[in-house]
């Protein structure tokens, strides 16, 4: 026999002999659970392999790997070492002896419930059979079924595409649940107070359902319970008001049937005793202590052990100052989110990014704020740090900060950047790793002795279980055997106006301000006051948010999913009113429905996350965004989609990412032409041309800079036209074609942007590269820094990075060993924030061969600046940068040729030769053929020479000024100068 139990109704089935004896119940609505033989195993603590189990039990299907790496893990780092991880973790709770139930290979996962009860298929097969069909008895057990919310407490914030998912079928879950619950009040219609019963449940799983409201209503009156029937008429209307709408006609007819009658009284909370001192920890406490002398410590340990407990006492004991920081769920996607909460300094500064702000000023400003205060940096809740909040913490732990954290251990597989902060600290030696156990029973008995609490029953080490155990002992409830389950006792017990009042911080996923939760709720901040101090003294409250994350969480799953999408609507649209975080913004906005709002606020943070050198965040934020576009009119979306494309283009550099944005951008310029949207066309083919140059694909980028210059000229808007020229100018320039008509393009640009009194940074960026390819090389300088200057003002770190590599450049060329080395030392910072492109490598091996320039200007030789030239160029042929490989070869070549080190030089030169390149990147404007026959004329080849300048001169590219040069001194040593003059003539 197998023994299934749904709720509190028990379903048996027969099983064939030898079949496996162990009862299998596999529960998604609600939070998720595995039963086996009536008992429940744990699960994983990694969110993402529950969310994992929970999407292959709904969706009972085969899945390609690739899917489902891109659904969780749609990251640079080994999705399918992450998927076969969580594999790992979910097989033991779920294959029977002699029967894997997760079928996978190669390429496929699926999960095999076959003879298991899977609680939501279990409800769809009775609608299929039909609701109107089935007995009270069936549609009852159907609703026992539905324990919460489908998949309850696993959002994702950091897996979009999962999180689309999860939406829709919450939805369609929600509306299952409602069908079963309006069928059985509708079979249960003779017997009031069962349909009574349900018609509760209807209204807490939608609030804003007005006539299960009203079916309420009716059903009370006719129990002659007038006076609650008209308290929910006054629950109806406030919910509307916050909609702002009004009651219908119908249900102001069953409100004059009821009468007038007087509100129930309100119950008052009990009040609870004072926080306990810390009991039980002091070695742990010392060992943290002596850990954060040394440098970084981090605690690890299950929700409620302790670990923030142990760092607040820490802090209290501590010689020197201390800078508290937390990290919030809510807040992954919000760049330096628990330093901004730790350092209000640090946020003000990334409120408007300064003209020259990059990221190394940025953290070694945020490293002066805590030096000057001396303190020791204490983080809590790790597991939910975001890459950039990670990064800085590494920085500052590298500068000399100490560092105390605290983490779920289970959780931090879940969060690449806090694994990645762990690894780095670890492998420099600096971490200290304290694991929290459970506490001695004396410890347990002690602290509920502070709070006035009676002993429990049992070998209990959770600090949190033990204190609501004992309160519910206190308070005549039967004690939970869990924490979470203690919790959400406790939050049924308050009376509804605090429970509504924690309704607002649960779904802001913070604290918030008794001034905004008076603006929220229509309350009087005097009476917000007395029910925040009344829910702090129970220990529910620190101030105005949650004395710990899981009473945040329990008081969210409390709420009626129907009424958390309302909140959330209410409290984005008001943030946005207030100006807060565009970020956070976006997140209400999305979780309440609000796709408009949550696609422009999402745009914003974007756009801020790439100003401040948080790509991974801006990226996340990108594509939370474009599924929710076409909520927007065409106008709007065309051009949201267009700039939320060019954050994919500028944060995710990856090769088939950036052919995928180019996809894109070509379908929204194509319908921006039809729509005749001249600026957004001009925009995207600009756009399409980034995209190409940062997958290497000159031609097409050349391609994409033109056409957006032939779609601006007939805009009449002269801004769009100056961008759109000076950005064709400036691609030409960089490729060093056509030199005349990109100084066309740029004196017609210019023209255009003085008519608006506008700066176009790309105008002196292509004039730049024009007097490079001149020899001009003061008026090259002088362009190049001013787009340095133009380009951090504006949070363009690509063009920032490009005119510093041109000043380096030049300066290598012009053997000014000194500004070289400026110049690569101030690049290098920049380009470093841009870990997704070629930029830190190219900037590193710009640095070592300023390096060796300087040593050969003093005569000397630095071997670890060749080591590093390797390192840095092996890095580039990985990533395939073949121009940028071919250009670094023939400046180190041409220096060790002026150095004599001709082995050296040829060397270099044979590697350009090799097996891949092609060759007009091997010999790109002839440059390399003039190298070679420099090499040969030192040799006293110059019959090798005269072929190699002749060859030089066939090439199909233009020749630079500095090149030219080169060519005619060459000739003249190698005794054919007067035909190269007047083939080079011929060229020019």
Known sequence: MLHLVAGDVSVTKRTAPGAALQPLILRVLGGMCVERAGVRIDLPPSKKTRALLGYLLVEPREHTREKLCTLFWDLPDDPRGALRWSLSRLRPLLDDPGRPRIRADRERVQIDAAGALVDLHAAEALRARGLARASVSELTKAAGLFRGELLEGLELADSFRFQAWCTARREEARRLHAEILRALCAAQSGEPEEALVVARRLVELDPSDEAAHREVMSLLGRLQRQREAVAQYDALREILRTAGQRPSPETEVVRRSLGATQAAPVAQPRKSAPASPLLGRDAERAALERAIEKGAAVLLGEPGIGKSR????????????????????????????????????????????????DRARLFEAASALVRRRGATILLDDLQWIDEASAALAHHLARTGSRLALAAREGELADNAAALRLLRALRRERVLVEINLGPLEPSAIAGILESRGLPAVEGNVGNPLLALEMGRALADGRPPMSGVAEALEQRFDALDPPSQSLLWWPAVMGSGMSVERLAMVTGRPPA????????????????????????????????????RRKLLHATLARALWEWREAPGT??????????????????LLAAQHAIRVFAAKEALSLAQQALPLLPALAREERLRAHLDLLLVCVHADKRPDRLERAAQDLSRVVLEAQQAGLGDVVAEGFHALSQAHYFRKDETAALQGSLRSAEAALSEPDPLVRARALAQAGRCLAQLEMQIDRAGKMLDDASAAAQAELAQVVDIPFGRALIATFLGEDDTARRHFEEVARAARASGDHWRETEALFGLCRLAIERRDAQEALRAAEAVLPVAEQMPEGDEPALARALLALARMLDADVRGAHDASARASFQLALAELIRNEARYRTTQLLLMRAELDLAAGRLDEAAAAAQELRAPGRELHEQMRHGRAHVLVAELALARGDKTEARRQLELALAAPWPISARLQARISAAAARAGSRGGTDAALHRRV
């Open 310 to 357: 142990l760092l607040e006492e820490v802090a209290a004991r501590t010689r020197t100052a201390t800078i508290f920081g937390r990290c919030y769920e809510a807040e992954q996607a919000r760049p330096y989110g628990c330093f901004i909460e730790a350092l209000p300094a640090l946020g003000t500064l990334l409120a408007e990014p300064p003209e020259a702000l």
């Open 527 to 562: 009476a917000i006051i007395e029910t925040l101090s009344e829910l702090e003294k129970r220990g529910l409250l620190r101030d105005t948010d949650f004395a710990h994350d899981l009473m945040r969480e329990a008081a969210y799953r409390r709420i009626p999913p129907a």
């Open 585 to 602: 913004v976006a997140r209400q906005a999305m979780l309440g429905g609000d796709d408009v709002l949550a696609v422009r606020a999402s």
